[in-house]
Nanobody
Framework: QVQLVESGGGLVQAGGSLTLSCEAS????????IGWFRQAPGKEREPVAA????????YYADSVKGRFTISRDNSKNTGYLQMNSPRPEDTAVYYC???????????????WGQGTQVTVSS
């Protein structure tokens, strides 16, 4: 049974930093593409970032490019999303997703976590 567990969410001031983690189990993590997505209240879920199996290819939504960094540690079965200089509009529930197929920023990932709340105060 595949499980993705996000952690690291919380309250952060605008301009600060926060790192989210996504710990995976039940799958061969090094064979999975990892994506981060978010959903703000009243809005549709949207892509944030994605990373290839080896970490050699990175994908970012325009809204977070230059501020957020996606990474992974295959030895720890964990993916990360470092959020630098967050803005109030980044407030959302953040989800990680995994799939052996290279979906990039598409939301067609097979496996999803339960999400972690990030609130950015101004």
């Amino acid at each position: 049974q595949v499980q993705l567990v996000e952690s690291g969410g919380g309250l952060v001031q605008a301009g600060g930093s926060l790192t989210l983690s996504c710990e995976a189990s039940g799958l061969t993590f090094s064979n999975a593409y990892i994506g981060w997505f978010r959903q703000a209240p009243g809005k549709e879920r949207e892509p944030v970032a994605a990373i290839s199996r080896s970490g050699g290819s990175l994908y970012y939504a325009d809204s977070v490019k230059g501020r957020f960094t996606i990474s992974r540690d295959n030895s720890k079965n964990t993916g990360y999303l470092q959020m630098n200089s967050p803005r109030p509009e980044d407030t959302a529930v953040y989800y990680c997703a995994a799939d052996p197929r290279p979906w990039g920023l598409s939301m067609r990932y097979l496996y999803w976590g339960q999400g972690t709340q990030v609130t950015v105060s101004s």
